[in-house]
């Protein structure tokens, strides 16, 4: 939303855009601002912090029983995933 420019001084039309583009910016946030979709990006962020976590531990404990390199542990990891 461009309004202001050719009224008055070069100042007052800068200082018009400033105010309408503020404007437009409370309007835009005012109607897609969801809180809901903001929640799902966490959940889906701890999901994913989980899961990696669960990883990191399930090969921490593999190297342990097994005493493997790491690419054998991702190999196992993988087909472990493809199986399921």
Partial sequence: MIIGFG???????LIMLILTSFISYLI???FFSTRK???KMES????RRQYY????????QM???????DA???????EEFQTK
């Fill in 28 to 30: 835009f946030k005012s």
């Fill in 72 to 78: 054998e542990i991702e190999q196992r990891l993988n």
């Fill in 7 to 13: 009224f008055g001084s070069p100042l007052m039309a």
């Fill in 44 to 47: 889906d962020r701890e999901m």
């Fill in 53 to 60: 976590i669960e990883q990191r531990e399930r090969a921490h």
């Fill in 37 to 39: 979709g903001y929640r």
């Fill in 63 to 69: 190297i342990k029983e097994f005493d493997l390199t």
